[in-house]
């Protein structure tokens, strides 16, 4: 009897187990924070990882996703894209600026006001929020003069519309999370600058952590708004977990420099002229095609201006017609149009995304060289005589195998031809050819007027 009791409640409570399999203290135990790391300039591999992550953070059920940033800042359009995932995230992002010495800048100060809780290592910063623009050429010195109130280029219309968009977007931040959107603002419009401790004190960041074990146990029981929800944290003991990026995100980050998206077109561009040129070749075409898909899928991720890549591509198509056809203002004119279009590839500069005329310089340089060297071989080839064809054989000193009246058979490069002439002509003389018609020589005998075609096709 008392068998069958034990057995009653081990049944029951395996069916208990197998209904509510764990308790709230038992899930809170397994779960974790997961870690992803910023280290440089935002792009569209950042946003790519940082969407990534927080994907992989709601699967696992995560008690938070620390995003941790040292970063110059960065693209504007990529900085939106990860405010707009963090806002929707159903997971807490805790932002935290780190290692020491590292900072927060520009694009990297809007991502920190918008994350859940906000916290930075000793010795590190944020600020410097002010927006970046480029309309094309830069303008001439002492062209714009900068207006003491609002610290913006005065008359620079496009420039104020940015930097007023920029300050409501940080102070809609600041009002959603309880963060100071006074300061804010000045980070945007003086490109004001706070410490970790500074920044404390003026309620940009919620607190000071010297590692990720005090970040958690400080964030633990705060009440924050995730996805339109009140949640309090429970992060003290967490275990952390690293989320590195994969191969993809580490690939981005390398073709989204705009230079090597531009040296990657240039790549691309030769390679498929290589392969036209010399078909058969295999090799530049299949290198030429894949550096050109590469560099075409970079820069639609990049906020470019499609004029500056029109003149690129012209400049390129002069060279390469310059290459073939030397004219010289093709080549200098390709060379001008290809740096003209460098300057006005992007519309906006940020840091990191700037196109260095380091790179672009010698690498115009080198292209319009190459144009110009192959330009002097299809020259000077073009000025010597043909070596193939029937071109080649005018001056050719031939033998006369038979012959009646004006015409008969010669030995011409050890075949028979047949051949007539103006003047007689008797086997067994010498003489050379003065023109070919389909396949009939035209001779004259060797000496008969000016000879020195005859002369040369007797070296031959």
Not at 236 to 241: I, S, T
Not at 278 to 307: E, F, H, K, Q, R
Request: with cysteine.
């Amino acid at each position: 009897m008392k068998l069958a009791r034990v057995a009653l409640l081990a049944a029951a409570f395996m069916a208990a187990a197998a209904v509510f399999p764990f308790s709230s203290a038992e899930t809170a135990g397994e779960r974790m924070a997961l870690s992803i790391a910023i280290d440089g300039a935002i792009g569209p591999a950042s946003s790519r990882q940082l969407k990534e992550a927080l994907k992989t953070a709601a699967e696992r059920n995560a008690g938070a996703l620390i995003l941790q940033l040292d970063t110059p800042g960065g693209l504007v359009t990529s900085m939106r894209e990860m405010i707009a995932d963090i806002l929707a995230s159903p997971v807490p992002v805790i932002g935290y600026v780190a290692p020491a010495g590292g900072h927060a800048a520009s694009a990297g100060t809007y991502i920190l006001y918008s994350t859940h809780v906000a916290a930075m290592a000793p010795g590190t910063n944020l600020g410097a929020a002010t927006p970046v623009e480029i309309g094309g050429l830069p303008s001439l010195p002492g062209g714009e003069k900068d207006d003491k109130d609002t610290g913006t280029p005065a008359g620079d219309p496009m420039t104020a519309k940015a930097t007023n968009d920029a300050v409501a977007l940080i102070r809609s931040l600041a009002e959603l999370r309880g963060r100071n959107g006074d300061w804010g603002e000045k980070a945007v419009r003086e490109a004001a600058s706070l410490s970790a401790g500074a920044a404390l004190q003026q309620h940009v960041i919620d607190f000071v952590a010297r590692d990720t074990a005090e970040l958690l146990q400080l964030a633990d029981g705060r009440t924050v708004d995730v996805a339109g929800k009140k949640e309090v944290l429970a992060t003290k003991g967490l275990a952390v977990e690293v989320l590195d990026p994969g191969w993809f995100i580490r690939l981005l980050a390398v073709i989204t420099d705009p230079n090597v998206a531009v040296l990657l077109m240039l790549i691309g561009f030769y390679g498929i002229v290589f392969e036209v040129t010399s078909p058969g070749a295999v090799a530049p075409g299949v290198i030429g095609a894949i550096c050109l898909v590469l560099g075409l899928y970079a820069l639609d991720l990049l906020p470019i201006n499609y004029t500056g890549l029109a003149l690129m591509l012209l400049g390129v198509a002069f060279l390469i017609v310059e290459a073939f056809s030397p004219t010289v203002v093709l080549g200098v004119g390709g060379a001008a149009a290809f740096l003209l279009g460098a300057a006005m590839l992007l519309k906006v500069e940020g840091p990191g995304f700037a196109i260095s005329w380091a790179v672009i310089g010698p690498a115009a340089a080198l292209t319009l060289g190459l144009a110009l060297l192959a330009g002097s071989y299809l020259w000077a080839a073009r000025r010597n005589p043909p070596r193939v064809g029937g071109g080649a054989m005018h001056g050719l000193s031939v033998n006369v195998l038979d012959w009646e009246g004006g015409e008969g058979h010669v030995l011409a490069l050890g075949e028979r031809w047949r051949a007539k002439a103006e003047e007689p002509i008797a086997p067994g003389d010498r003489a050379e050819v003065t023109a070919v018609s389909d396949l009939v020589l035209t001779v004259r005998r060797r000496g008969a007027g000016h000879n020195g075609a005859g002369n040369d096709g007797a070296k031959r």
